[in-house]
């Protein structure tokens, strides 16, 4: 089965910065649309970013200018990195595999494999 392992999460002041890393094993996504997603507590889950097969990344509105995703194909792992948290950006942060149209729109009707997720509080 393919696996998806976040790591980076924790706490941080408001204004600060994490990398978030998400590990694929199994599974060559070069090619292929991922992203990260967002669950706050008593929230839905939200898309954060998506990068399609051609590299090119869009962002939920939120998080434009803050958020950079980026991947590495060698390693087989996709980035988010977090600048200027704010107390919004609370939340379970995971990575998916998205086999359907690359939008943040539709991703997570379309993601077939998550990760378990990574935790991040700003405060």
């Known amino acids: 089965d393919v696996q998806l392992v976040e790591s980076g999460g924790g706490s941080v002041q408001i204004g600060g910065s994490l990398r978030l890393s998400c590990d694929v094993s199994?599974?060559?996504?070069?090619?292929?649309?991922m992203g990260w997603f967002r669950q706050a507590a008593g929230k839905e889950r939200e898309g954060v970013a998506v990068?399609?097969?051609?590299?090119?990344?869009t962002y939920a509105d939120p998080v434009k200018g803050r958020f950079t995703l980026s991947k590495d194909n060698a390693k087989n792992t996709l980035y988010l990195q977090m600048d200027s948290l704010k107390p919004g950006d609370t939340a379970m942060y995971l990575c998916?595999?998205?086999?359907?149209?690359?939008?943040?729109?539709?991703?997570?009707?379309?993601?077939?494999?998550w990760g378990q997720g990574t935790q991040v509080t700003v405060s």
């Open positions: 199994r599974y060559t996504y070069s090619g292929y649309c």
């Open positions: 998916a595999t998205i086999s359907g149209p690359c939008s943040l729109a539709v991703a997570a009707l379309w993601a077939d494999y």
């Open positions: 990068i399609d097969a051609h590299d090119i990344t």
